[in-house]
Every structure is written in C-alpha cells, then in structure tokens.
C-alpha cells in the first residue's frame, strides 16, 4: 500500500513537471499560492511605472496632456506597489523562522542596480562624482534598498497578527509618519525619507490577506469605492495642472524640507490627504481587475522586478542618444507614441528568458544564504 502511494505521488510530480510553466502556475494559484487579481494589478503598475519614467523628461514642458497622466501615476502608483509587496512578503517568515535572506537579495540588487545606474545616469546627465553614492539615493534604486529596510523591520510587527491590534497598528501609522517627517527631517539618507512615507502602505499590505480582500470584494463598499477612485483619477487628469502642481512632491515620499515654505506647515496634512487618495485609488484598481489571466498583463505583473530594474537604465541611454530630443512634448501624437513605446518596452523586458538571467542575479548568494539557514 505505501510502494502504491509513492508511486502514485511520483506520477503525479512527473506530470505536474511535464505541465507548461504557465499551467503550473495557475495550478498554484488555485492552490492559493498565486492570486491572478493581484498578478494583474501588478502588471498594471509596472506599466505605469515605465510609461510615467518615459514621460518625465518631457515633465518640463508642463503640457496638460503630459502633467496629467503623470500625476494619475504618481499619486497612487508606488503607493499600490508598496503595498502589493507588503502583501507578499508575509513569505519572508517560514516554519516561524525570518528568512533575513530575502533582506539581503534585494540589497545586492539594489548595489548592482546603484553601479549601473551611476553610469547610465552619468551618460545622460553628466558625472557629478567619481562613485556611486550607495547611502543617498532619489532614483529609481531607492526602492530596492526600501523593500531591504521594510523586511528588516517585519520581526518588529510580525507577533501583531490579530485583526484589531494588526487594523490599530496601521492606521496608527499613518498619521505617525505624517507627523514624524513634520518635526523630524529624515532626509535621503539611506531613502529614509521613502522608505519612513511608504511604510504604512507595506504594513497594510503585509497584515492583510486573502481573506481580507475576498471579504472587501464582497463587501457593500467596493462599489463606492470603486466609483469614488473612478472619480480621483479624472478630478486629478483634468486639474493636476492647475490646482495639484505646487503639491506634487507630496507623492514622491519626499522630505517636507523640500517643500515650498508656504506650504510646510500644512505638509502633514496634504501627506495624509494624498495617502488617502492613493488607498482608494488603489483599492478600486484592485476591485475593477478582473480575476483570470490577462493576455500579457498576468504575465508581466509575475517579473515586475526585472522590468523595475531595466527600464531606467534603457531610459537613460535613450536620454543619452537624443531620443526625446526627437519628440516634440505639445504634440499629442508624440507623446501618444512615447506611452505606445512604453508600452512595448515593458512587454519586451516582461519575457521568459530575461526572467531566467534575472533569477540567477537575484539568486548569486543562495547557497551562501540557505547554508546559513536565511532562506
């Protein structure tokens, strides 16, 4: 009876193994381990990461159509992502264990990302110095290094499992950092001034669950939710130029010391009104995506993190070459072909085999990592 069993379990891996990469994994997902609503989502946003990093060197020319798409990406997209990750970084405890090799993964990445950039930057825009600045950083890397700090600090939290004190911790956070970068000016050492204005949206993430969202789709709020982020985006599309212009520093996490003086004192306040636009907007993204696979869309929210990290380095060699130059920022032809661009660039960083390379970057110091346990 056991030699049948085991027999009957080894068919089964070898059938499982035999099955197409995407078969298995949406095997997984019925199994609980991937939800494609949140696959989605994440391929969403990556894509509006590329097409937002894509439109800012035409940011200068202040047109309405240009001003206005980038503020409906920056004012809840990172935000979103935060919390997507947060989500998922419940993995970063297994058997009970912190697996702080995770931590470390991303602060390799965010190294070789810091080097590369260094030069890529420097060819767009000139060497301001002979090294990368591994400890400052307001560039794309800096969310790397984040991600690195917020698992650090999950042992921390991770003991506040229960509904209540998880719900208290959170909202305690928000108006807790909006504050604390009031009176303390944490700056951009080590993305501190990032890492401190997104750390409420990675614990509302990382307390929530399948469950939570399960019951939230099916909850009588979704619908007004979903109607009022339908409503934030369009109020923010058509007056980011004119009424959110002088606010928008607000959703880079920026430090309030980089505000405008007569604004300081209403910083905390702007900062908490931006968090909760960027939770409602991201909580209607979450409830209109649907949940099944999307053609490219599923696929590319699985490799956001290659797609991350080689789209900067693409967009300033572009810089470099007089790409933009070419474009002409008032034409709407133009910047329609520079998002269709994009686009295509996110779906061609999105692929299989880049996947591949890109894992055995992330993975160099595995065996190191799992000898001592921290995987």
């Not at 499982?16 to 946003?45: A, E």
């Not at 990368?132 to 506040?160: C, D, K, M, Q």
């Not at 807790?176 to 993305?191: H, N, P, T």
């Not at 939570?212 to 619908?223: E, G, M, P, Q």
Request: net charge positive.
């Amino acid at each position: 009876m056991a030699g049948n069993t085991g027999n009957r379990t080894r068919r089964a891996k070898q059938r499982s193994s035999s099955l197409p990469l995407r078969k298995r994994r949406d095997q997984q997902n019925s199994r609980g381990q991937r939800d494609l609503r949140i696959d989605n989502v994440r391929g969403f946003l990556i894509i509006l990461v590329v097409v937002g990093h894509f439109l800012l060197p035409l940011q200068e020319s202040n047109t309405r159509l240009i001003t206005g798409i980038l503020y409906v990406i920056y004012v809840f997209h990172m935000p979103c992502f935060v919390m997507l990750s947060g989500y998922y970084a419940k993995s970063v405890y297994k058997n009970g264990r912190f697996r702080w090799g995770k931590a470390v993964q991303m602060l390799w990445l965010y190294f070789v990302y810091e080097i590369i950039v260094f030069f890529t930057e420097g060819l767009a825009y000139g060497f301001e110095s002979h090294f990368p600045n591994f400890f400052r950083e307001s560039g794309a890397p800096w969310y790397l290094l984040s991600l690195t700090l917020w698992y650090l600090t999950i042992p921390l939290f991770h003991g506040f499992s229960g509904k209540r004190s998880s719900a208290a911790i959170v909202l305690a956070m928000f108006p807790a950092v909006a504050f604390l970068k009031y009176v303390i000016q944490v700056g951009s050492f080590l993305c501190f001034d990032r890492t401190v204005s997104f750390l409420p949206f990675f614990y509302l993430g990382y307390f929530s669950t399948q469950n939570t969202l399960d019951r939230y789709l099916a909850s009588r709020f979704k619908r007004p939710v979903d109607l009022a982020a339908v409503f934030l985006v369009l109020l923010v599309l058509v007056g980011a130029r004119d009424l959110f212009f002088k606010y928008n520093l607000v959703v880079y996490g920026a430090d309030y010391n980089r505000w405008a003086p007569d604004l300081y004192s209403r910083a905390w306040l702007i900062h908490l009104i931006w968090c909760a636009m960027a939770v409602v907007i991201s909580l209607g993204l979450v409830g209109l995506m649907l949940q099944r696979r999307m053609f490219l869309v599923t696929e590319l929210g699985r490799n956001t993190l290659q797609i991350y990290f080689l789209h900067r380095p693409i967009r300033d060699l572009l810089v470099w070459y007089g790409f933009f130059d070419r474009l002409d920022p008032f034409n709407r032809l133009h910047v329609l072909f520079l998002v269709a661009f994009s686009v295509g660039l996110t779906i061609l960083l999105g692929i299989g085999y880049i996947s591949e390379a890109f894992r055995r970057l992330r993975t160099v110091f595995d065996p190191l990592l799992e000898k001592h346990h921290a995987l």
